[in-house]
């Protein structure tokens, strides 16, 4: 962990002080996140979220190394239920494990134009919660919100398609699509399966892992000018 860190900075350091006039840009992603390695032995099933990012630096032929955020989020549980209330079908997160991601982005393209491959890496962190709802024998709702947070850190690659841009080619538009590979340090998350409600108390196990997911993402890149 402590040589990543000694990386990280080294990247920030570079980054900052040659290219702070590098053209920003703006991403939107669909993500299917795939659990793996000892986590999937914990929970198997594949959680579907979304990521935003802003890169303050992006990279280009010109200056092929980029500096940005990501927020991601993506749900491991979703299914379809009834409505408690309405009695409509909707897509429900009750019992869910939740993973909000917030990560510094370093990333290298060598090459621009219409076809532009590039390899990432990221650090930040990962906060992880589950709210859970269970109707007593007397159809009361009782709540149960468990929560914890992990450092978390990962490597990407993808490629970015061009779609269009404008006359003067200063704003652009791409298609992106992108892997990704991201741990964590230990973290506490809870059993979806093991939640039960009993003499006005809830029982549940936690687990003590690491996150391993592979995530693969779609979206757009939006180049300012």
Known sequence: MKSYLKI?????????????NAQPSASLYFTTAFPINDYKLFDDEVGY????????????????MGMGISFSYFT????????????????????????SNLHL????APTGGTVS????????GSYIFSYSQIFTLDYVPVSLYYDDWAWSY???????LLIGSDDDGGSSLYLDLKGR???????SVLDRQS???ANNSFYYNVNETQINFVALQVGLVFYFM
């Open 8 to 20: 990280l900075t080294l990247l920030l350091t570079i980054i900052s002080t040659h290219f702070i």
């Open 49 to 64: 979220g979304g990521n935003l990012e802003f890169l303050f630096i992006t990279p280009s032929k010109a200056k092929p």
């Open 76 to 99: 491991q549980g979703l299914y379809f239920a009834t409505d408690s209330y309405t009695g409509e079908t909707i897509l429900s997160d009750n019992k869910a494990n939740n993973f």
């Open 105 to 108: 982005i370093f990333q290298i």
């Open 117 to 124: 491959p590039y390899i990432e890496t990221f650090f930040g």
């Open 154 to 160: 990962g490597v990407g690659a993808g490629i970015k």
């Open 181 to 187: 590979y991201l741990m964590s340090s230990d973290v």
């Open 195 to 197: 939640i039960r409600y």
